[in-house]
């Protein structure tokens, strides 16, 4: 059933999304419900922490990402992910299955989390041409234990978990599913949609606050280079990267070397910067968990940004727009 331009009707909205919502925390006063604007929290002594994200370069997998990254930068600051509120756009054209598919990934990532949706809003328009999803995020943390990004100082190990361009990959491999006969095997290609349930930093970003860190940071567009040059330019410092040292999987490698893509500069949601002084004992008390950590480089007080690459070093520049929307002006 096609739907039609305007916000979605209540009864899609009251039968469709808000009747499978997960179970409310218990921080939540008033949640969503028809003819209801707000939604209240109540954060007790603990302080609120809140973020926003769009996406924008995903389509297949729209919803489970949302929940994702909300969650990811909550953790990053090491607030424990509280609910999200959501607004789903959608072109004219659109059916109720897809709603239904977005609906569901929404779900299935919140439960996983265990954080509530609080409300939002669904409408059909004529303003986009592809879904467009746009989360808002809302966590709790005690009183002046915030971790930001301004907080690296020199000497301090840069370690990252997991591997490089993790959520690009992803999309890659749902989104242009079709296009990858003949490129992927279906052991890689399994592999590659495989890692939609490893896009969430949460356990370590809570692991590594309270083992005790300086800064993180999520790497998302940009990638992992440029998740390091948001991290220098927040702290006023200086880095030296080693590109040997950064783990990327050989799908990864296999799908960039395809489409001419940096794994260094694609999207990587799934892997997490941290900066703090023993660089290697954190390595170690996360493996421990079962994450994936290594350190790849240090930061220094020469503000210079550097990638060390086959005894030559590359300025990290400035990041330019992700390695993924190259894809869509490609003939393929």
């Known amino acids: 059933m096609k739907l039609k331009t305007g916000k979605l009707p209540n009864d899609l909205l009251k039968n469709l999304i808000l009747a499978n919502l997960p179970q409310t925390r218990r921080e939540v006063v008033a949640g969503p ?15 609120c922490v809140l973020t926003t994200d769009p996406v924008t370069a995903a389509m297949a997998n729209a919803g489970r990402i949302v929940v994702h990254i909300c969650c990811n930068d909550l953790a990053a600051s090491r607030a424990i992910p509280l609910g999200i509120l959501l607004v789903m756009l959608m072109p004219p054209g659109t059916d109720m299955e897809r709603v239904k598919t977005f609906q569901s990934q929404v779900e299935e990532a919140s439960s996983l989390l265990s954080v509530s949706i609080l409300g939002g809003h669904t409408e059909i328009t004529d303003s986009v041409n592809r879904p467009v999803l746009v989360g808002t995020g809302i966590g709790l943390i005690q009183p002046g234990g915030m ?40 052991t890689q290609w399994e592999e590659a949609n495989a890692l939609g349930s490893q896009i969430s930093v949460v356990k370590e970003g809570l692991l590594a606050a309270a083992f005790g860190v ?55 949601s799934g892997s997490m910067l941290i900066a703090c002084q023993e660089g290697p004992a954190l390595v170690q008390e996360l493996q421990k968990q079962g994450i994936k950590a290594t350190v790849i480089g240090r930061f220094n007080d020469s503000g210079s940004k550097l990638l060390h ?18 894809i869509s002006s490609m003939s393929l």
């Open 33 to 47: 419900a028809v003819g209801e604007d707000c939604c209240a929290v109540d954060p007790g002594a603990m302080h």
């Open 309 to 326: 690459d086959t005894g030559r070093f590359d300025k990290i520049d400035l990041p330019d727009r992700d390695e993924l929307y190259k």
């Open 214 to 268: 300086h800064a993180m940071h999520d790497a998302t567009e940009g990638g992992i280079l440029g998740a390091v040059w948001e991290l220098c330019e927040a702290s006023a410092t200086g880095v030296v990267v080693d590109r040997e040292k950064i783990p990327v999987l050989s799908v990864t490698r296999e799908l960039c070397f395809r489409f001419r893509l940096d794994p260094l500069k694609l999207i990587s």
């Open 147 to 186: 971790v930001r990004s301004s907080g690296v100082r020199p000497g301090d190990d840069l370690v990252m978990t997991r591997w490089a361009a993790m959520e690009g990959t992803y999309i890659v491999a749902t989104d242009y599913k079709d296009k990858l006969a003949g490129i992927l095997t279906k």
